[in-house]
């Protein structure tokens, strides 16, 4: 049976969405923009805060359903400049240090509410 999860650790949905929805032992994390939670507007700066953002909200989202960063299996992260990629990663690395998870990075022309980094992701309990 599935179950959706919303957390105020993470923005609402801009959308017709659920933060999460978790099934047979796996959670699924809709696409995550860098909206501050507490007031649903994007962090300010650029690449490097709005990623910090992303991670925080992922982590907040997988903290609500019972589930950890080192839980996630694979990421879909979408930059709208391919350009940002190095400072992504180093970013993204504080977040998984050991056995990341796959990942799909690719550059897109645009994302809702001008955010420059999406990223959705896939976790699965470990003891399922």
């Keep these: 049976m599935k179950k959706i999860i919303n957390s105020v650790n993470a923005p609402k949905a ?35 805060e709005q990623s910090y953002q992303v991670l925080e909200n992922i982590n907040g989202i997988l903290s609500e359903a019972g589930y950890s960063m080192d839980d996630v299996v694979q990421c879909t992260c979408m930059l709208t400049d391919l350009g940002d990629f190095k400072v992504f990663n180093e970013i993204y690395s504080k977040y998984f240090k050991s056995e990341f998870p796959a990942r799909l990075t690719y550059e897109v022309s645009a994302l809702p509410i001008g955010a420059l980094i999406e990223i959705s992701c896939i976790a699965v309990k470990n003891d399922f």
Aim: charged share 10%; aromatic share 6%.
């Design 14 to 48: 801009v959308g017709p969405y659920s933060q999460a929805v978790e099934i047979n032992g796996m959670l699924f994390v809709s696409g995550q923009v860098g909206l501050k939670p507490i007031d649903n507007v994007m962090a300010e700066g650029g690449i490097s």
